[in-house]
T-cell receptor, first 112, second 113 residues
Framework: DAMVIQNPRYQVTQFGKPVTLSCSQTLNHNVMYWYQQKSSQAPKLLFHYYDKDFNNEADTPDNFQSRRPNTSFCFLDIRSPGLGDAAMYLC???????????FGPGTRLLVL | GEDVEQSLFLSVREGDSSVINCTYTDSSSTYLYWYKQEPGAGLQLLTYIFSNMDMKQDQRLTVLLNKKDKHLSLRIADTQTGDSAIYFCADLKSGGSQGNLIFGKGTKLSVKP
């Protein structure tokens, strides 16, 4: 089945220790998104890639970076995680920019 | 700025209908979505409606859109315990060639047996 896959499902890191979250898709979609969802809050868009074009939201902290080495994979790098970065991180894809977004299962990040 | 509002909680009895309401502020919406999130899981797309429609039905789900009042609702007929989850309303705004999905805070649906 075509799908959006996120690994790992749970990630524990230490305060200040860089961490990378992974997303892959078999849908061959052009757009890949990263959202941050804190407890009891709405998902908040961090950035997205339209093909190789990177689009950062204005209020996304510099601590968050992303890489998309090919169509299928997209990574979220948190350079120096703080306690406030503990959240569920959701990856989504869409065929085009104004198209339905399909979400992965999420990675829950815990910062100790 | 853009805003999507939902009530935070809804409790119904198994077998009853559930109606989850949502209001949005942006008039340039193209599509409006309903996503379901079970505990510890990602977002599952339930249904969506194009902004020039006023109703869409899909099995137990009925979406009503009042564009004049910027009001969207999701009706779940014959609600089951497996429908217990958080339901997010989301508004897809188009800005050039790229969309921006704005979510509400979610409505937690509790279904009592």
């Amino acid at each position: 089945d075509a799908m959006v896959i996120q690994n790992p499902r749970y990630q524990v890191t230490q305060f200040g220790k860089p961490v990378t979250l992974s997303c892959s898709q078999t849908l061959n979609h052009n757009v890949m998104y990263w959202y941050q969802q804190k407890s009891s809050q709405a998902p908040k868009l961090l950035f997205h890639y339209y093909d190789k074009d990177f689009n950062n939201e204005a209020d996304t902290p510099d601590n968050f970076q992303s890489r998309r080495p090919n169509t299928s994979f997209c990574f979220l790098d948190i350079r120096s995680p703080g306690l406030g970065d503990a959240a569920m991180y959701l990856c989504a894809t869409s065929l085009g920019g104004i198209e339905t977004q399909y979400f992965g299962p999420g990675t829950r990040l815990l910062v100790l | 700025g853009e805003d999507v509002e939902q009530s935070l909680f809804l409790s119904v009895r198994e077998g009853d209908s559930s109606v989850i309401n949502c209001t949005y502020t942006d008039s340039s919406s193209t599509y409006l979505y309903w996503y379901k999130q079970e505990p510890g899981a990602g977002l599952q797309l339930l249904t969506y409606i194009f902004s020039n429609m006023d109703m869409k039905q899909d099995q137990r789900l009925t979406v009503l859109l009042n564009k004049k009042d910027k009001h969207l609702s999701l009706r779940i007929a014959d609600t089951q315990t497996g429908d217990s989850a958080i339901y997010f309303c989301a508004d897809l705004k188009s800005g050039g060639s790229q969309g921006n999905l704005i979510f509400g805070k979610g409505t937690k649906l509790s279904v009592k047996p």
